[in-house]
């Protein structure tokens, strides 16, 4: 055991030094080892933190697929084929379908179509109307109900449908059939305007519908005034989907579902109620059409991505 | 003095290994990344299950594409040591899709969805139902689906009485049910806007069902007069499935419904019901309809099994 005794100054300072010597580097020491430990574990953690944010994967910002063929980018597309209405109440309409576009990148283009209608042909529907009504207006005591002739004359068919459409390709790839067929294909969708001439089955003595005629006494519409002819150009916008399946480069099949929406009054007749058909009676009708074309590109070779 | 430089001599040699070890993992992920890109890039697309039973054939359409990849390949794959035995497989056993996103081989599907008529213009019905699907292999499933309508007149039937002094002939469905079969013939996947791939196929479907349909008398006076059908009802269909998770997918499809059905005579001068159902008019009718729905599997995860 050491006891402290009372000492003369000029000791004091080599003893004091001697104390602080051996205080400030015990002292020192645990400061040191304290840090030590503190750099050793902030080391630990800190340096493969600083290696994992400057680790970068090669792969980023790389497209999904590399070297990739662009088969629209820049190219013109021209085509033909036929299509057919869906849903229509009275006639379906057979068409020869003409398309032509321009693909500004792999993306986005710009097309313009033709529909043909080649052919008119009544529905089931129709028919059913039709073959349920007489030919006797003297024998049909409602003037609201036709006769035969009367409601088949004023049905509405297609003449053509013309637009150009704005079309966005976001999905682009490959598919096998069976494991035997393989093809590029890529879906788009499509947004527009356009025309749609119609013509009436038989306008005969008929107003047109975009007539704003009145009754020529009211309350009391004959039935000539309650049919008027749908004859006509509407025009309208168009939408869709569609996708192209590529035989090779420069040859690919193309099926479009549209909807072409315009005012129109497919049967020709008092839609509203007002006893009169006229402009009144233009309701918005979507006329839902599937087209499948043969469309080939130029130029015949496609550019490969990055 | 010597302890602290012994403690910095032992601090510099543990940061020094640390970090020798992260670039060592940085550099693994690079090497095995270009594998998997040149894998993205020359698919021999699809079709075949997890088994990997389908052959892998020439793209007419990728040569070039095929001729890159397999520079890459060649490239990034690892040197293989001349002491290790050479495999006995070959070209023609390589899998059409190396590595599919989804397996369904096992797992069963739970598949709410929402339909809607296509093909009827006066009157439509909006069906909610839901598949139960068992997958015998990833290509072909067995499965059970339940229906349930919910019927909606068109403007074009109020306009029928509007403009040619008639009332339609109407049946409603009530509810149904059927025994379905699948089969997977076409497997791909997609980029969209070449940043994300996304896995699709399409398949196709026939069953043996029952409808319940019920008519709608053409004078509301005659409504103890409606009488019910049971009908027997095959479907076909076509669809899509695009596989979002590993236990979720999103689901389209197109099935046709062909039911003899038989309708109210016209004129309906029966005094009951049954006499009205025994003086019908039958008809074929086909249902179009448009589903979309999700999938949900079980279990929630699958292991890949690769040959060998």
Known sequence: MTTRTASSTKDMPMRMTEQAKYALSHAARKHVARGLAFAIALAVVAVPMAAEAQRKSPLA???????????????????????????????????????????????????????????????????????????DPGMI????????????????????????????????????????????????????????????????????????RALASPGM?????????????????????????????????????????????????????????????????????????????????????? | MKRPAICLIVAVAIVGWTAMGHAKKGGGKAADAPAEDAKAGDDKAAGGDDKGGDKATTESLDADEGAVAKVEEDISGPKKDAARPTSQLTWSDIVVVPRKAFLKGGRLELGPFYGQTVNDNLLRHHIFGVDLNYFLTDAIWIGLQGQYFIKQLTTQNELIGLQYNRTSTLNRYLYGGALNFGYVPLYGKFALFNRSIVHWEIFASAGIGVTITEVI??????????????????????????????????NFALRDYMLPDKFEPNPN??????????????????????????GMYLPTKFTYKTPG
Not at chain 1, 254 to 264: C, G, T, W
């Open chain 2, 217 to 250: 008398p053409r004078n509301p006076a005659n409504a103890s007069l409606a009488f019910k059908n049971t009908d027997l009802t095959p479907n076909v269909g076509i669809g899509s499935r695009f596989f979002i998770l590993d236990w979720l997918t999103v």
């Open chain 2, 269 to 294: 001068t029966a005094t009951t019901a049954a006499e009205a159902k025994a003086n019908g008019t039958s008809a074929f009718v086909h249902n179009l309809m448009f589903y979309m729905g999700v």
């Open chain 1, 141 to 212: 005591p409602l003037v609201r109900e036709p006769t035969a002739t009367e409601a088949s004359s004023s049905m509405a068919k297609i003449n053509n449908i013309l637009g150009a459409q704005l079309e966005f390709t976001p999905f682009t790839g490959k598919y096998s059939l069976a494991g035997k067929l393989f093809a590029a294909y890529d879906f788009y969708a499509f947004v527009g305007g356009g025309i749609m001439s119609l013509s009436a089955a038989d306008a005969t003595n008929l107003a047109s519908c975009s007539s704003d």
């Open chain 1, 61 to 135: 910002g790389a497209p999904a697929i590399r070297k990739r063929f662009e088969l629209r980018s820049t190219r013109f597309e021209i085509g033909a084929g036929v299509g057919t209405t869906i849903n229509q109440d009275f006639y379906h309409s057979f068409m020869i379908s003409l398309r032509a576009g321009f693909h500004l990148t792999d993306w986005l283009s710009i097309a313009g179509f033709a529909d043909l209608a080649a052919a008119n042909i009544a529905t089931g529907f129709r028919d059913q109307v039709v073959g349920s009504l007489g030919e």
């Open chain 1, 221 to 306: 519409p004959t039935r000539d005034e309650l049919r008027c002819s749908p004859a006509g150009t509407k025009p309208g916008f168009n939408f869709g989907v569609g996708m192209h399946s590529y035989f090779n480069q420069w040859l690919a099949f193309n099926i479009e579902l549209r909807d072409f929406l315009a005012q129109i009054n497919p049967s020709g007749r008092d839609v509203n109620a007002d006893k009169v058909a006229n402009s009144g009676d233009n309701t918005w009708v979507s006329t839902f059409m599937v087209t499948g074309n043969l469309v080939f590109y130029l130029p015949t070779t496609a550019s490969i991505s990055q």
